[in-house]
C-alpha cells in the first residue's frame, strides 16, 4: 500500500508560482510513474504531467513551457513547480502513482488563481 499526500496549493494572482508536493509514504520512484492531473470546478480531471519511473517527462500542452515536474528521490517526493500561472489553472491538483498493476492516489491540494 502507498499513501500520498499533496501540499503546496493556495492561493495566488495571474503570473505568479506554487509549488505542489506529492509526498509518497515509502520509496516508490524506481518501479512508480508518478502523474499530476487536476481537475477545475465542473470539468472532468485532466492530465498535467508525468514523470516515469525511468526518469522521462511529459506535459500537457496547456502547461509546457510552464510547470515542471521532478522528484527528491531522498524525500519519497514529487513536485510540480507551476509558473505563469493563469486563471484556468485553477483546480484541484491530484498526484497519481502507478506501476502499470496497481494505482494509488492523494487527496488533492486546490491551487486557485485570481486577482
Known amino acids: 500500500q502507498v499513501q500520498l499526500v499533496e501540499s503546496g496549493g493556495g492561493l495566488v494572482q495571474p503570473g505568479g508560482s506554487l509549488r505542489l508536493s506529492c509526498a509518497a509514504s515509502?520509496?516508490?520512484?524506481?518501479?512508480?510513474?508518478m502523474t499530476w492531473y487536476r481537475q477545475a470546478p465542473g470539468k472532468g480531471r485532466e492530465w498535467v504531467a508525468t514523470?516515469?519511473?525511468?526518469?522521462?517527462?511529459n506535459y500537457a500542452d496547456s502547461v509546457k513551457g510552464r510547470f515542471t515536474i521532478s522528484r527528491d528521490n531522498a524525500k519519497n517526493t514529487v513536485y510540480l513547480q507551476m509558473n505563469s500561472l493563469k486563471l484556468e489553472d485553477t483546480a484541484v491538483y491530484y498526484c497519481?502513482?502507478?506501476?502499470?498493476?496497481?494505482?494509488?492516489w492523494g487527496q488533492g491540494t486546490q491551487v486557485t488563481v485570481s486577482s
Open positions: 497519481r502513482a502507478t506501476d502499470g498493476l496497481r494505482i494509488y
Open positions: 514523470l516515469t519511473s525511468t526518469g522521462t517527462t
Open positions: 515509502r520509496s516508490i520512484f524506481s518501479s512508480y510513474d
